[in-house]
């Protein structure tokens, strides 16, 4: 009795065995679904609600002027204390408007409480530096060089709950000259 | 140092107290029993989650006695509490628990809610049960992965890290992030979910059910694992309940506490599920409540995201970032993926709250681990130590 028992136990062991062999052997044959980074990246789609470093959303008539009023409402109300806005001796736009990004923690408080939605989250996962100071952003820098780069695609993607991502995927080369490169803001397109 | 040798290099006790260790396994040896050995479990151990320590004493093969080793990844989230604003320290929930801060964020913002006596608008009800309940199967996923790896199996981990991908695509479409998510806010939720997120969860639901099912084949009737599982690491009621053990652990020892059940919050009385229950009281009983619960929480988005009403996903006028909270003290429970999530906020009225206590379910669930592990063998500890689904950021917080 005993011996029939144990090798029923084993013919048991056997068949769970064999399962779990034509499971991992159907697996085995279907298509790869991981990305490999370097010489692949994610798709854009997947990107459009991914919340990267900030940016300064484009401004309405004159696309390179933000929208910022330096009303510091971004600046009181972040936690971690990244946001630096100094405003302009003559109007109200912002001369320097600093953002570290080692502080952030992408919350999401100073683009919900701009009153006039100067901010917007980037799809930038791509940037990395070696030091510190690399990665504090001049925003307003970053915004200039975007509108040189070209006009967006579509219309009203400047707006923070614009879904479509700028032209920010890197090609082939991308991903590892931001890798290794020192400048901060990675190269456009 | 004097009583260091290379024919003894690993500390066996000849005599208490001659044991070359650090302070904690030192005062551990004290107690040793001449000719047995310590033995550190981690801090940099892959079977032990992150940096846990366990300082075990062995006889033989068999662990005599055991003491987790803690605070190797503590950030003192409870004292930053103390210094930001109610809102600022809202990303500071994604952080506690990596694998659950849906859970965390819920109880923070109920217990500020609570305290200030905001309601949420109906849809905003309903975005945080989808989002908690899908969190709630991401973390139960990366545990059955990480389990079946400290067992010696190493493809389901990656099956489940396939089907988390696609909670976390979800879940970012809405919080923006795929980890450390911060979606709750004061009086709602941070982002209205679209139609590509909602038609993303009704193609999830079906598919997360077939492959729950090859789960099932893969895994759950494998006879090793059975073998592995079955009448290991008995933790009654009792154990469970002196120790503060909640959750799973608590749902596998016969008692049917969950707090979406006991202390109803949100809106789940208006769900139709089960709280799966195991009375078997070993490693498979928690194994097992937690892969039902699984398919519970699935019911319970498909249930919502049939339900949801159009509307607003957060009040008007919800607080700003430099809100202050009244005065005043409130407790707040969920049910988070390991257990009983609790928050205690205090204010008096401050730009900060004065003080904020937070309850992790794991701290309460490690402590039965000593107990429970005793006169196994180690291979076993591991087992339980698996079964306990700790995440050590939040036992540390
Ligand atoms: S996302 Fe949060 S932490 Fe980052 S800059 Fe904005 S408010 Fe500050
Ligand atoms: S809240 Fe908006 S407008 Fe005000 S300083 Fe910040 S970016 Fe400028």
Known sequence: MKMLSAIWDNLKGLYSLLVGMCITGRYFFQPLKTVHFPRDVVEPENLASYRGPLELARGK????????????????????NCITVVKSKE???????????????????????????AIQFSHRLYLVSTS???????????????????PLPAAGAGTPDAKKPEARMPDAGGPQKAAGGSAAPDPEG | ??????????????????YMGDFYSNNFARKAQAGNVILNLGPQHPSTHGVLRVVVEMYGEYVVRSEPV???????????????????FLPNMGRVDYLNAIGWNWAYAGACEQLAGIECPERAEYLRVIAAELNRISSHLVWWGAFVLDLGAFTPILYAFDDRELICDILQRVTGSRLTMNYFRFGGVGADGDDLFFSKIRDFIPNMRERLKMYKALVTDNVILRRRLEGIGPMDADLCVRYGATGPLLRAAGVPRDVRRSIPYGIYDRFDYEIPVAETNDNFGRYWVRLQEISESLKIVEQAVAQIPPGKHIVDKAPKPSWKLPPGESVFSVEGARGEITVHVISDGGKSPYRVKLRAPGFSNLSVFAEAAEGTILADAIAILGSLDLVIPEIDR
Request: net charge negative.
């Open chain 1, 61 to 80: 008539t004159d696309e390179s002027k933000t929208r910022c009023i330096s009303c510091q409402m971004c600046a009181k109300g972040c936690p971690g």
């Open chain 1, 91 to 117: 109007g109200k736009n912002p001369v320097t408007w600093l953002y570290d990004f080692t502080l952030c923690c992408l919350c999401g408080a100073c683009v919900e409480v701009c009153p006039t939605a």
């Open chain 1, 132 to 150: 510190r100071e690399a990665l504090v952003l001049d925003l307003l820098k970053d915004l200039e060089e975007r509108v040189a780069a070209g």
């Open chain 2, 1 to 18: 140092m004097s009583n260091f040798s290379f024919l003894n290099p690993f500390g066996v006790l000849d005599e208490p107290g001659t």
């Open chain 2, 70 to 88: 803690l605070g190797y990844l503590h950030r003192s989230h409870e004292k930053m509490a103390e210094h930001k604003t109610a809102y600022g």
